[in-house]
């Protein structure tokens, strides 16, 4: 049987773990979009040094493990003389990994936009900039809406590396009541349930956007 106690016992620290996992998810969401974003249209770039340099972004980030990219941060930086907090570094870190994915992603919606698109759009005067932003990114983004939503959920459950360096969050404050309890299952148990939380409700939003643009098609 479970111990249910661990849970009533240590609520302020799941709480706690819950809620810098859920602000560390959000903000890395938010940027690998951002990132992931600019590095894709660096990939379909004319300009061949971009083109380059998002490449080299995308195979390089996607081709090492998360824990060391985060360690690059966490690690990294400071011997150059910059300090973060081991949160801001995790999240950084999670951040930089999960945009290289989402490039792709993105990437592979925007070359699925047929290319008289962009042809028409730059015949009628926009630069390469303005077509990307209203003319292609628009129509891409509905196409990997399901495949990108699967990044995010990834992205949360990453969001664990956190723990390894202090981060403060679920996992690194179930490390800390498993230390304190000497339990080990029923621990991370409470620690899965709390991940199932932020995961599962973004799954089945990701399924009714993709439902909702499939009868739009």
């Given at each position: ?21 859920l602000k560390a998810s959000l ?75 989402i490039a792709e992603t993105i ?111």
């Amino acid at each position: 049987m479970i111990d249910f106690s661990i849970l009533t016992n240590h609520w302020d620290m799941y709480l706690e773990g819950f809620g810098n996992t859920l602000k560390a998810s959000l903000l890395a969401l938010i940027g690998s979009f951002v990132l992931g974003t600019i590095f894709a249209i660096f990939r379909i770039s004319p300009i061949r040094p971009l083109n380059w340099i998002g490449a080299a972004f995308v195979e390089f980030v996607r081709n090492i493990p998360l824990i060391l990219v985060v360690f690059l941060f966490f690690v990294g930086l400071p011997s150059i003389g910059i300090r973060l907090n081991p949160f801001l570094a995790g999240t950084m870190g999670l951040t930089v990994y999960t945009a290289a994915f989402i490039a792709e992603t993105i990437r592979a919606g925007i070359q699925a936009v047929p290319k008289g698109q962009t042809e028409a759009a730059r015949s009628s005067g926009l630069t390469y900039l303005q077509t990307m932003r209203y003319v292609i990114l628009p129509q891409a983004i509905k196409v990997v809406i399901p495949p990108m939503g699967n990044q995010f959920i990834n992205l949360v459950k990453n969001s664990s590396v956190l723990g390894v360096i202090a981060g403060l969050d679920l996992m690194y404050f179930g490390d800390l009541i498993a230390a304190d309890t000497f339990v080990t299952f029923d621990v991370y148990i409470f620690v899965g349930l709390f991940y199932l939380i932020l995961t599962l409700p973004l799954s089945s939003f990701v399924s009714y956007l993709e439902r909702r643009l499939a009868r739009g098609r």
